[in-house]
């Protein structure tokens, strides 16, 4: 059964950086694609960055040029560096496996929060 633990998420002022890594077991991990995805208040879940197993990226417009997705299949993590933060980055940031380049798959994590805000 897939598990899916984030971390690093937290509170950092407007401008600020972060990184989220997302620990994965239960899951043949260098041949699933990885993703990220947030869910702001009152909107969908949506794609923030995702990464395939031959590393192929993909990132939603409000993120290009601030926000790196990576993988390390040795230790079985996802990274999500964010810098250039702002405040309507803001929410819980959940890691997702199992999906393609435009398409959750169905291994979710519990999420970790971020705020944005001076």
């Known amino acids: 059964q897939v598990q899916l633990v984030e971390s690093g998420g937290g509170l950092v002022q407007p401008g600020g950086s972060l990184r989220l890594s997302c620990a994965a077991s239960?899951?043949?991990?260098?041949?699933?694609?990885m993703g990220w995805y947030r869910q702001p208040p009152g909107k969908q879940r949506e794609l923030v960055a995702v990464i395939s197993h031959n590393e192929v990226t993909n990132y939603a417009d409000s993120v290009k040029g601030r926000f790196t997705i990576s993988r390390d299949n040795v230790k079985n993590t996802v990274y999500l560096q964010m810098n250039s933060l702002k405040p309507e980055d803001s929410t819980i940031y959940y890691c997702n496996s199992g999906g393609n380049l435009h398409v959750a798959g169905s291994g979710w994590g519990q999420g970790t929060q971020v705020t944005v805000s001076s």
């Open positions: 239960g899951i043949f991990f260098s041949i699933y694609t």
